[in-house]
């Protein structure tokens, strides 16, 4: 398996631009999370779906941010606009139905978002 | 989830264990123990977990106190490689799968 594949990687673009983020979890895995990290802040998570329906989205920082999963293998995070606050590294991870308190993350490298 | 703390980092001889603590003391009897680790620049990998008993894997050790009040991951011959930041995180089973982390303990594994 490929693992969670994240694009773009890096990502520059200027404050009031739009920004997509695009998340392929695990084949199978019908739980999907996104986190963001910054050197302040840490990994806060955003939102997380189970079975493509959003079940807490109370990390989402404001009404700029915005997060899709139209189906079970693709997830999108958009900023619109976007502000330099908002520069971090995302990342999405994914997760299957393992029983109790198996919990695996299995995460994907990141995308590096940096906003002038 | 119950509150983690760690030393904010750690050295280890390259070769050595590392024996990385954390503590939990107010962890309730249906939180489970998990160990992630972060290289730098990449995203968190999944080390181990445990609820009360000792457990070992290809990647490292887990030791659980008694009490269950505190725990120590054991990468049993540190390499270079090892270098990252390690998570500590209780989580309760049956409760959603998200996964809060702190601020972890930075080991340098040293040459």
């Known amino acids: 398996d490929a693992g969670v594949i994240q694009s773009p990687r890096h990502e520059v673009t200027e404050m009031g631009q739009e920004v997509t983020l695009r998340c392929k979890p695990i084949?199978?895995?019908?739980?999907l999370f996104w986190y963001r990290q910054t050197m302040m802040r840490g990994l806060e998570l955003l939102i997380y779906f189970n079975n493509n329906v959003p079940i807490d989205d109370s990390g989402m920082p404001e009404d700029r941010f915005s997060a899709k999963m139209p189906n079970a293998s693709f997830s999108t995070l958009k900023i619109q606009p976007s502000e330099p606050r908002d520069s971090a590294v995302y990342f999405c991870?994914?997760?299957?139905?393992?029983?109790?308190?198996?919990?695996?993350?299995?995460f994907g490298e990141g995308s590096r978002l940096t906003v002038l | 989830d119950a509150k983690t703390t760690q030393p904010p980092s750690m050295d280890c001889a390259e070769g050595r264990a590392a024996n990385l603590p954390c503590n939990h003391s107010?962890?309730?009897?249906?939180?489970?123990v998990y160990w992630y680790r972060q290289i730098h620049s990449q995203g968190p990998q999944y080390i181990i977990h445990g609820l009360k008993n000792n457990e070992t894997n290809e990647m490292a050790s887990l030791i659980i106190t008694e009490d269950r009040k505190s725990s120590t991951l054991i990468l049993p011959h540190a390499t270079l490689r090892d270098t990252a930041v390690y998570y500590c995180i209780a989580r309760a089973s049956g409760s959603a799968r998200q996964l809060t982390f702190g601020s972890g303990t930075q080991l340098t594994v040293l040459p």
């Open positions: 107010t962890i309730s009897g249906n939180e489970y």
């Open positions: 084949s199978g895995h019908d739980y």
């Open positions: 991870a994914s997760s299957g139905v393992a029983g109790e308190g198996t919990g695996e993350l299995f």
